[in-house]
């Protein structure tokens, strides 16, 4: 396999932005999804939709200002946007199940060539593990997007034929943004968009499971 | 008037016996009953199945609990990697855990509090949530029975009541809890202040007084949170 240098985390956040519309209702996950928020195109508002009720959520608290009582899904201290609203938390999930949301970008373990996802349990983890709104999240929203590395820390495929890990909804995925690519994830199959710069299709195809479908010459990344 | 208002947190959880099931409300580190929990924890009650997003923060939020081997099932979204006390207990079989989505919990308290029998839902399809639950088409769309949560008690915390028991909530530590403040049997609220009847405009009350039965006062102390 090439040896290439692959896209940084950062990266990766800062090309899924690009995805999103002005004005929208967004929930990020935890991980890449939520240094989103750190990489929004100039003249693009987005509204952020905390799982704890929060609509218009603002850039994190600064040392001094944060208020425990005002925090996002990961216990962080945030701030509010002019506009922004609370709601109790079966509202919230109104909002991520009933599909009112926009976009959600979650991360992701594994994404199958149907759009399946698994994102919330490794197979053979010790403890309980957890759900939270992975759940709710994936089943409800219209445009959902998955941000991960393209490959397993051993190598292997997360664009996959069928998901082997625990999974978080069937057929949920619409785009994948990987440190190699961007897909869309069609009735026909995965479709490579765009590549990382300096890869080439056949190199992306090969480090997937799943069999891409390439239109032509497929172009690299744009992150502007 | 019925008086709900009661002196202290060792009264306010006085009737709360062995077996009892408990929602707790809170998320995130805000909006837990923190000076209720730890009433609950200095009292002898054992077996008690807490419903609730997660399992503590080490021996923080419901995290005593389980330090005191108070709980023996569990009924959460997301018991947390810092929820130490909980996942040795879970790991050596002394605690059970039933995991439900975060939403689908919050909508089977509300199947309690409505009076619903259940609901059918896409969310858990083709999941072990789906496991052992009744699985059905509907507009064709596959999706499975869900199935009201009922709990003895409610402990909630809110940021201001009446002494009638309408309630308020500060930012984001509302939470779970007006959702479980109209589930359970019996609610108990710990606030940060207590104000007179009509001190609350009725635009304002986010948890009517219908739902909650005891108020106790517990701004100041240690675990105010």
Same mark, same amino acid.
């Given at each position: 396999?090439?040896?290439? =240098? +692959?896209?940084?985390?950062?990266?990766?956040?800062?090309?899924?932005?690009? *995805?999103?519309?002005?004005?929208?209702?967004?929930?990020?996950?935890?991980?890449?999804?939520?240094?989103?928020?750190?990489?929004? @195109?100039?003249?693009?508002? /987005?509204?952020?939709?905390?799982?704890? %009720?929060?609509?218009?959520?603002?850039?994190?608290?600064?040392?001094?200002?944060?208020?425990?009582?005002?925090?996002?899904?990961?216990?962080? @201290? $945030?701030?509010?946007?002019?506009?922004?609203?609370?709601?109790?938390?079966?509202?919230?999930?109104?909002?991520?199940?009933?599909?009112?949301?926009?976009?959600?970008?979650?991360?992701?373990?594994?994404?199958?060539?149907?759009?399946?996802?698994?994102?919330?349990? /490794? =197979?053979?983890?010790?403890?309980?593990?957890?759900?939270?709104?992975?759940?709710?999240?994936?089943? %409800?929203?219209?445009?959902? /997007?998955?941000?991960?590395?393209?490959?397993?820390?051993? %190598?292997? @495929?997360?664009?996959?034929?069928?998901?082997?890990? =625990?999974?978080?909804?069937?057929?949920?995925?619409?785009?994948?943004?990987?440190?190699?690519?961007?897909?869309?994830?069609?009735?026909?199959?995965?479709?490579?968009?765009?590549?990382?710069?300096?890869?080439?299709?056949?190199?992306?195809?090969?480090?997937?499971?799943?069999?891409?479908?390439? !239109?032509? /010459?497929?172009?690299?990344?744009?992150?502007? | 008037?019925?008086?709900?208002?009661?002196?202290?947190?060792?009264?306010?959880?006085?009737?709360?016996?062995?077996?009892?099931?408990?929602?707790?409300?809170?998320?995130? #580190?805000?909006?837990?009953?923190?000076?209720?929990?730890?009433?609950?924890?200095?009292?002898?009650?054992?077996?008690?199945?807490? &419903?609730?997003?997660?399992?503590?923060?080490?021996?923080?939020?419901?995290?005593?609990?389980?330090?005191?081997?108070?709980?023996?099932? $569990?009924?959460?979204?997301?018991?947390? @990697?810092?929820?130490?006390?909980?996942?040795?207990?879970?790991?050596?079989?002394?605690?059970?855990? *039933?995991?439900?989505?975060?939403?689908?919990?919050?909508?089977?308290?509300?199947?309690?509090?409505?009076?619903?029998? #259940?609901?059918?839902?896409?969310?858990?399809?083709?999941?072990?949530?789906?496991?052992?639950?009744? *699985?059905?088409?509907?507009?064709?769309?596959?999706?499975?029975?869900?199935?009201? &949560?009922?709990?003895?008690?409610?402990?909630?915390?809110?940021?201001?009541?009446?002494?009638?028991?309408?309630?308020?909530?500060?930012?984001?530590? +509302?939470?779970?809890?007006?959702?479980?403040?109209?589930?359970?049997?019996?609610?108990?609220?710990? $606030?940060?202040?207590?104000?007179?009847?009509?001190?609350?405009?009725?635009?304002?009350?986010?948890?009517?007084?219908?739902?909650? !039965?005891?108020?106790?006062?517990?701004?100041?102390?240690?675990?105010? %949170?």
């Amino acid at each position: 396999m090439p040896d290439k =240098p +692959r896209l940084a985390r950062e990266q990766i956040a800062q090309r899924a932005a690009l *995805e999103l519309t002005d004005g929208a209702f967004v929930n990020l996950g935890w991980g890449i999804p939520n240094l989103i928020a750190d990489f929004l @195109p100039k003249g693009l508002t /987005i509204y952020f939709h905390s799982e704890n %009720g929060i609509l218009g959520m603002g850039r994190r608290a600064r040392t001094g200002e944060e208020d425990f009582d005002l925090v996002d899904a990961m216990k962080v @201290p $945030v701030t509010l946007v002019p506009g922004a609203s609370f709601f109790h938390q079966a509202d919230a999930h109104l909002m991520t199940r009933g599909g009112h949301l926009d976009f959600a970008v979650l991360g992701g373990f594994q994404v199958s060539e149907k759009g399946d996802l698994a994102n919330w349990k /490794i =197979p053979g983890s010790k403890g309980s593990g957890g759900i939270g709104g992975a759940m709710d999240i994936a089943t %409800g929203t219209k445009n959902l /997007i998955v941000c991960m590395e393209h490959n397993a820390k051993d %190598g292997s @495929p997360k664009i996959v034929k069928n998901c082997t890990y =625990p999974l978080t909804a069937l057929e949920c995925v619409r785009t994948i943004v990987t440190d190699l690519a961007v897909m869309d994830v069609t009735k026909e199959g995965v479709l490579l968009r765009e590549v990382a710069p300096g890869w080439t299709s056949d190199e992306v195809q090969a480090l997937s499971e799943a069999k891409l479908i390439v !239109h032509g /010459i497929v172009p690299q990344m744009k992150f502007a | 008037m019925i008086r709900k208002i009661v002196d202290s947190l060792d009264a306010a959880v006085a009737d709360i016996g062995d077996g009892a099931r408990i929602m707790f409300g809170g998320f995130g #580190g805000a909006g837990f009953p923190n000076n209720l929990i730890q009433a609950l924890s200095r009292k002898d009650v054992k077996n008690i199945t807490a &419903i609730s997003n997660n399992c503590g923060t080490r021996e923080g939020e419901l995290g005593i609990m389980f330090k005191n081997g108070q709980v023996s099932h $569990v009924i959460a979204s997301f018991p947390g @990697p810092h929820a130490n006390y909980f996942q040795d207990r879970y790991a050596n079989g002394e605690v059970t855990c *039933e995991l439900v989505p975060q939403g689908i919990l919050c909508e089977r308290l509300r199947a309690a509090a409505a009076g619903l029998l #259940g609901f059918y839902t896409g969310v858990g399809v083709g999941t072990e949530v789906a496991s052992g639950k009744e *699985e059905r088409i509907i507009d064709g769309q596959r999706c499975i029975l869900e199935k009201p &949560i009922h709990a003895d008690f409610a402990l909630i915390k809110a940021h201001k009541a009446d002494e009638l028991g309408n309630l308020t909530y500060r930012l984001a530590a +509302r939470n779970f809890n007006p959702i479980m403040a109209m589930a359970a049997e019996k609610t108990i609220v710990e $606030v940060d202040e207590i104000v007179s009847i009509g001190a609350i405009e009725p635009e304002n009350v986010i948890t009517p007084a219908i739902f909650v !039965h005891r108020i106790v006062q517990a701004k100041g102390l240690r675990y105010a %949170g």
